[in-house]
């Protein structure tokens, strides 16, 4: 099977813009999540989607929203823009049992904002 | 509060030795633990979960829930053991899922 893939893998963006990035998931994975990674903090939840419903939120302020298709793609979004969103973002998909899962990551899209 | 720790940033060790990697977490539920590994250059990928209790490329770990410890041990490291090792824990409620992840340990393993 394919492995998750991340579009696109660099991104330079100004401070105030919005930028949109995507994931497709393993096939026949239902559930994907969003990580952001920075030296600082590490790797941090974003929030999870199944079935195009998001039931999974951490602690980022609302300029980060997500959504998911109705086959299983994923896009997040982040509007406005500030220098501290400049991360790795990663997708990771999973067959959706739960806390159990094992979750496949993608090999991130990296945000650069001036 | 959900916290994972890794109190090393880095663990540098001569190849043949042991290895112990430490994870401490803090989760008032039963927790779901696991071990994920990104060597350079790859992506991060799941080296092994404590529900397996399995041994993968040689490696182990056991959960003690009595010091809520998730420590991953080697008999002997390999340079190619060599990687950046993050501890993580599996919350959510229902049949949903997030993990909480530790800061991470960087291995070095010396010739």
């Known amino acids: 099977k394919a492995g998750v893939t991340q579009t696109p893998r660099y991104l330079i963006k100004t401070r105030g813009q919005q930028v949109t990035l995507s994931c497709s998931p393993i096939?026949?994975?239902?559930?994907v999540s969003w990580y952001q990674q920075t030296p600082g903090q590490g790797l941090q939840f974003l929030f999870e989607?199944?079935?195009?419903?998001?039931?999974n939120k951490g602690n980022f302020p609302g300029r980060f929203s997500g959504r998911q298709f109705s086959n299983s793609r994923s896009e997040m979004n982040v509007s406005t823009l500030e220098l501290g969103d400049s991360a790795l973002y990663l997708c990771?998909?999973?067959?959706?049992?739960?806390?159990?899962?094992?979750?496949?990551f993608g090999p991130g899209t990296r945000l650069t904002v001036l | 509060a959900q916290r994972v720790t890794q109190p090393e940033k880095l663990l540098s060790v001569f190849k043949g030795a042991p290895v112990e990697l430490k994870c401490n977490y803090s989760?008032?539920?039963?927790?779901?633990l696991f071990w994920y590994v990104q060597y350079s250059r790859q992506r991060l990928q799941l080296l092994l979960r404590h529900i397996s209790r399995e041994s993968i490329k040689g490696f182990t770990a056991d959960l003690n829930k009595g010091e809520t410890s998730f420590h991953l041990k080697k008999p002997f490291a390999q340079e190619e053991d060599s990687a950046m090792y993050y501890c993580?824990?599996?919350?959510?409620?229902?049949?949903?899922?997030?993990?909480?992840f530790g800061q991470g340990t960087t291995l070095q393993v010396k010739p």
């Open positions: 096939s026949g994975h239902r559930s």
């Open positions: 989760y008032s539920g039963s927790p779901e």
């Open positions: 990771a998909s999973s067959s959706a049992r739960g806390r159990l899962d094992t979750q496949y």
């Open positions: 989607y199944f079935s195009e419903t998001q039931r």
């Open positions: 993580a824990l599996s919350t959510g409620s229902g049949n949903t899922g997030k993990l909480i």
